[in-house]
Structures are given as structure tokens and as C-alpha cells.
């Protein structure tokens, strides 16, 4: 799998109208979730997971999934905006 795989298909995510804004932000909800199941033990899929949850407001559970990314490897990609979005 490639990092590009969940950017095809939600081609759509950046735009912030109605109807297609909330599908899209539940595509990539869904698409990191199969992401994870795939690769449970990537801090970069609970970090990409986490920051998903952030975003629709899923504090509590993003949190869980942001200090997941960093305790499986503390120097990942993006370790430094995790740490920010927890403090």
C-alpha cells in the first residue's frame, strides 16, 4: 500500500461545502480506520487515524490514537505535530 492510496479516493476532501464536505470527511474517516486494521502496529496509520478523529471532533479517542503513534515509535514522520495537537 502506498501513502497515496486514501488521497485517490477522496479526491474531493479539501472542499468544505455541505453535503460533499461531510462525506468526504467520513471517507477519511473510514479509509484510515482500514488502514490501521491493516497495519495496527504503524504509528504512522494511528497518527494519520488520530488526526482524522481531531479533525470531526473526536477529541478523547484522537488522543488515544495520537500517544499509540508516538509510544510505538516516538521519532515517527509526524511525531512532532502529534505532540502538539496532545499538549
Not at 480506520?33 to 471532533?57: E, I, K, W
Request: contains cysteine; aromatic residues 10%.
Amino acid at each position: 500500500m502506498t501513502e497515496q492510496w486514501p488521497h485517490t479516493l477522496c479526491s474531493g476532501a479539501s472542499s468544505r461545502n455541505g453535503k460533499e464536505h461531510s462525506l468526504n470527511v467520513r471517507c477519511w474517516v473510514i479509509l484510515h480506520g482500514v488502514r490501521l486494521s491493516l497495519y495496527p502496529d504503524n504509528a504512522l496509520a494511528c497518527f494519520h487515524y488520530g488526526m482524522t478523529l481531531y479533525q470531526v471532533g473526536e477529541y478523547e479517542k484522537a488522543r488515544s490514537f495520537l500517544n499509540r503513534a508516538l509510544s510505538l515509535n516516538p521519532s515517527f514522520a509526524g511525531a512532532d505535530t502529534a505532540r502538539r495537537v496532545l499538549n
